[in-house]
């Protein structure tokens, strides 16, 4: 069984409009679909805000159903390399924010090679691949844009990717964000996130709706 996950309902509308439902329910409060999606048996859920909620949400998911792979859908702040509307792929994952008393820093966390190879060969749209950063802050000044990118070359910035990645790297299952770029950090970042998220919110889930039709995980 695959997991979908969004933060709002707009990044797993698609899914959730074109499944075939089996079973509706909250899990933790959170609204679920379970269904079918081409040959593909699929639950998917939304409602979550930074990493805590997602990886708790994420566990919840994993304790109660018998999940193979979990892709979260949604959108991110792009940094230097990427343009607004174009689509990122992890192939790995780490918390920009974390820092212990004696210097240490997020360790980064690898994506599925399976399943990124898959959602590239049978999406139709170009798509680029790299490290998300995650932390619990919207990104919004040039100077920590700047930053997370020098420190860690990550294409962007999301508030939950690093937290569902380190969730099911613990659980052993096979991980994979795919997001849609809404804004570019430190470019009037907010106003550009307002007018684009309505236009791409559902974009990233589009394209995995996409792919579960045509191929079997």
Known sequence: ?????????????????????????????????????????????????????????????????????????????????????????????VEYDFETALGDEGIIVSGSEDLEDKVIAYSNREIKTGLIASGDAFVTAKEKAEEIKRRTGALCVDMDSAAVAKVCHENEKKFLAIKTIVDICGKETEEEFRKNYERYGFLSNLILLDVLKKCVF
Do not use: C, H, W
Request: hydrophobic share 45%; charged share 25%.
């Open 1 to 93: 069984m695959i997991l979908v996950l969004g933060v709002f309902k707009i990044e797993v509308e698609p899914m959730l409009k074109e499944m075939e439902v089996l079973e509706k329910g909250r899990l933790l409060k959170r609204y679920y679909q379970r269904g079918v999606v081409g040959r593909n048996e699929v639950v998917v859920s939304y409602g979550f805000i930074g990493k805590v909620e997602a990886a708790l949400v994420t566990q919840a998911f994993l304790d109660r159903f018998n999940i193979d792979a979990v892709f979260l859908t949604g959108n991110a702040g792009g940094l230097e390399g990427v343009e607004v509307g174009d689509v990122v792929i992890g192939d790995s994952y």
